[in-house]
């Protein structure tokens, strides 16, 4: 099958004043055409820094300092900032960032806002981009009429609509959601679930969606990446990491037991002691040992590589055999 | 006969918005009636949870029990006693018999206050302690309650310097300083990374526990309030709609609002990629200050029929012990649901 998406040891760090922090370390994946990866992990964990790094935007001080990102057979690293923006974000890959729906202007229309973004990109009439937002708007679940209002006239889940079809618009292949679902109240973020699946099926495309809910997860991703203190520590298929057998790493396996379910009736839930590792200095070998119940003399000392024990499914832990 | 701590009968929060000149002239107000006739009561030594979405008035339930906020009507009873309209030294006393714990433990202590003095604050409010050395050890121990170990070690740190589990800790910490019976905990855990959420309410509940306290737990998180609760009640725009405990709202809810709830709500099982999810529920929340006619879940409800707005609100009914809501057609509901009708995607 082909992948849309290929990422090699990428690296993006943070250069502060206090010294390197390694935010996304080391990371590789591929995203399948017509497939949802869901990236997982507690805040700091560098999700969210992994997918800025997609679209090459990362916050200063951070840096891409290494890897190779290839989108739709192009290699996006050694492009330049305007070659970027001109041929590659938006236009192949596109994020809806965390928090979008409060990133809309109170003082212009939908409307405006919506066309801006077109005209930086495409040469196009007026009327033209108008019936462009139009059909977009449709696709969302939104009527065409909505962009003669105001931002605080809308819900929380119609402006989230309208990031997602901004993200939309110059049809990429490849669209990473942050956090997408996070803000908004549950019948809500439902209805957005079921929007990106309908979305996924109509226009072919790849999703790549981040959060810390492993719950959410499991309802939108075909394949789920763990991602621990600035690595992916797991990588599995839906039913690797939800079935019965469950999932290699005991940091997926604790998140996964401390992740409360509705229908299960349990007198205590399970939690991870301790808190995540400052990613100024990570702890040797193994970043997650210190937390780790099964921890053993070589994990302080060597770090674990990624490494396959079922196909489709990649681990990161000394203690995980081949199944 | 259990012995009710707070006992709240038909409170009402309406909050006044801008209305038109001829309204004006005719003297007519316009509210947005952010929680409308609303009654319950806690027990001692229970957690209460209240559960709803975003603008349905469980927070400002919470403020109306912290009397942060005027009631606009009905009334409060702490103890038996009626507290709906108490003021100054009697309003102090009752702080300290009601406290809260606060959704952003970022926000809820002063940054430039070490957490010595960030603690010390509500002592000094209520002159507790004699000297330093005694409100010292008052603190030292409400931190070991919460596990923050060793204490002294915590003091002199500042809150940037804590986790954000640690903070929530804290400031737990700093309600049990006061000895309350009641805490108000408003979502105490949302802020917090899910590995250590659990961890938090563990804590909680171990206090609860240790010190026969009572809390009232507002949430949207169905989830964890099934784990931690003893009560659910559910809101809908400014009333209760079920109330029940844990396994009876969620296992066996009647009311097609929560059924709607909990079928949103998403379950780390495999499987559900390539389906949609099922909710049974139309649109979105209408806007407080102007509410449906009947029963205000009609115009979102697949089951409404003429009766639902035609007749006046329904009111809590039992159908069970202790298991109330307010629906009028929830044989019919039951019913249908299970025959598939008015399930759509």
Known sequence: ?323 | MTDKIIEVKDLQKWFPIRRSISQFFKGEHNYVKAVDGISFSINRGEIFGLVGESGCGKTTTGKLIMKLLEPTGGNMLLNGKDVTHIEKDELKRYRRNVQMIFQDPYASMNPRFKIRDVMEEPLIIHKLGEDRDARMKMIEKALREVKLNPPDEFLVRYPHMLSGGQRQRAATARTLLLNPELLVADEPVSMIDLSTRAEILHMMKEVQRDLGLTYLYITHDLSTARYFTDRIAVMYLGKIIEIGDPDDVIDNSVHPYTRALIAAVCEPVAGKVNKPKIVPIKGEIPSAANIPPGCRFHPRCPYAKAECWEKEEPQLQEIEDGHLHACRRWKEVVEESRNGVGIKG
């Open chain 1, 1 to 323: 099958m082909d992948n849309i998406l290929t990422v090699d040891n990428l690296k993006l760090y943070y250069y502060t004043s206090k010294g390197v922090v390694k935010a996304a370390d080391d990371i590789s994946f591929f995203l399948k055409k017509g497939e949802t990866l869901g990236l997982v992990g507690e805040s700091g964990c560098g999700k969210t820094t992994t997918g800025f790094a997609l679209l090459k935007m990362p916050t200063p001080p951070g840096k891409i300092a290494g890897g190779k990102i290839v989108v739709d057979g192009i290699d996006i690293t050694p492009l330049r900032e305007n070659e970027m923006r001109r041929n590659i974000r938006w236009e192949k890959i596109s994020m809806v960032f965390q928090g979008a729906m409060n990133t809309l202007t109170p003082v212009y229309t939908i409307g405006k806002q919506m066309m801006e973004t077109l005209q930086e990109h495409r040469e196009m009439e007026r009327d033209e981009a108008r019936k462009r937002i139009e059909k977009y708007l449709n696709l969302v679940g939104l009527s065409g009429d909505i962009v003669k209002r105001y931002p605080h006239e809308l819900s929380g889940g119609m402006k989230q609509r309208i990031a997602i079809a901004t993200a939309l618009f110059l049809e990429p292949k490849v669209i990473i959601c942050d956090e997408p679902t996070t803000a908004l109240d549950v019948i809500v973020q439902a209805q957005i679930i079921n929007l990106l699946k309908d979305l996924k099926e109509k226009l072919d495309l790849s999703f790549i969606f981040i959060t810390h809910d492993l719950a959410t997860e499991a309802e939108v991703s075909d394949r789920i990446a763990v991602m621990y203190a600035g690595k992916i520590v797991e990588i599995g298929t839906n039913q690797q990491i939800y079935g019965e057998q469950g999932p290699c790493h005991p940091y997926t396996r604790n998140l996964l037991a401390a992740t409360p379910r509705l229908h299960a009736k349990v007198s205590e839930l399970s939690f991870i002691p301790g808190a995540p590792p400052d990613l100024l200095e990570p702890p040797s070998g193994c970043r997650f040992h210190p937390r780790c119940t099964l921890a053993m003399d070589k994990c302080k000392e060597e770090e674990p590589p990624l490494i396959e024990i079922e196909e489709e499914h990649m681990v990161a832990c000394w203690r995980c055999e081949k199944r």
